[in-house]
């Protein structure tokens, strides 16, 4: 089953102590996403990934990072969270150079920081 | 800038019902509109995508429409049933910038009264 799977589902923390949201896709695809979703200010990218080794800083990037290593694998890091990261993240994918294609969405994780 | 707006925010409606969601964007040089669902805390289901070409797309009890010209978009749901109770949201690319970047509207929370 094509898919894109995320984890934790659900995660609380606390400022200031390292965390890693992996996400993962079976599609092939190139293109691969984080996105934050707020109340009231819906849905934003926070950073986005073309292929392997090629990272670039979406609308919200600031407090987090991401590598992508592997073509199916595009992790989010957050070095030093704080409360204003208390979100739901969602991680996307879709084929590269062919933005006629429907974006495929995990199923979120909720993070909390104390 | 793209802006995508979606009205009403919230609706409520008895079973049965035919409903129209409206979404609006700003910049009509779009690659296409993708239609998703979202259950409380859960993660985006994709409904349909109308590419820039089409006219409408159709899946089951939904249509979704698309007029490039006039900026806006209808998600048309017939004969409607409780289990539809969910937000609906719609998003296009970023054209022009991060072509992956979805610009998503606010969404319009849907409930659905047996």
């Known amino acids: 089953e094509a898919q894109v799977t995320q984890n934790p589902r659900y995660l609380i923390t606390v400022t200031g102590k390292k965390l890693t949201v992996t996400c993962s896709q079976n599609?092939?695809?190139?293109?691969m996403s984080w996105y934050r979703q707020d109340p009231g200010l819906g849905l934003r990218q926070i950073y986005y990934?073309?292929?392997?080794?090629?990272?670039d800083k979406g609308d919200v990037p600031e407090g987090y990072k991401v590598s992508r290593k592997e073509k199916r694998n595009f992790p989010l890091i957050l070095e030093s969270p704080s409360p204003n990261q208390t979100s739901l993240y969602f991680c996307?994918?879709?084929?590269?150079?062919?933005?006629?294609?429907?974006?495929?969405f995990g199923p979120g994780t909720r993070l909390t920081v104390l | 800038k793209q802006e995508v707006t979606q009205i009403p925010a919230a609706l409520s409606v008895p079973e049965g019902e035919n409903l129209v969601l409206n979404c609006s964007f700003t910049?009509?040089?779009?690659?296409?509109l993708q239609w998703f669902r979202q259950d409380p805390g859960k993660g985006l289901t994709s409904l349909l995508l109308?590419?820039?070409?089409?006219r409408e797309q159709t899946s089951g009890r939904l249509n979704a429409s698309l007029d490039k010209s006039s900026g806006r978009s209808t998600l048309y749901i017939a004969a409607s049933q409780p289990g539809d109770s969910a937000t609906y949201l719609c998003?296009?690319?970023?054209?022009?910038?991060?072509?992956?970047?979805?610009?998503f509207g606010k969404g319009t929370k849907l409930s659905v009264k047996p």
């Open positions: 996307a994918s879709t084929k590269m150079w062919d933005f006629s294609n429907e974006q495929f």
């Open positions: 599609m092939n695809h190139e293109y």
């Open positions: 990934s073309m292929n392997v080794e090629v990272t």
């Open positions: 910049d009509s040089a779009i690659y296409n």
């Open positions: 109308i590419q820039s070409s089409q």
């Open positions: 998003a296009v690319p970023n054209y022009g910038g991060s072509q992956g970047n979805l610009i």
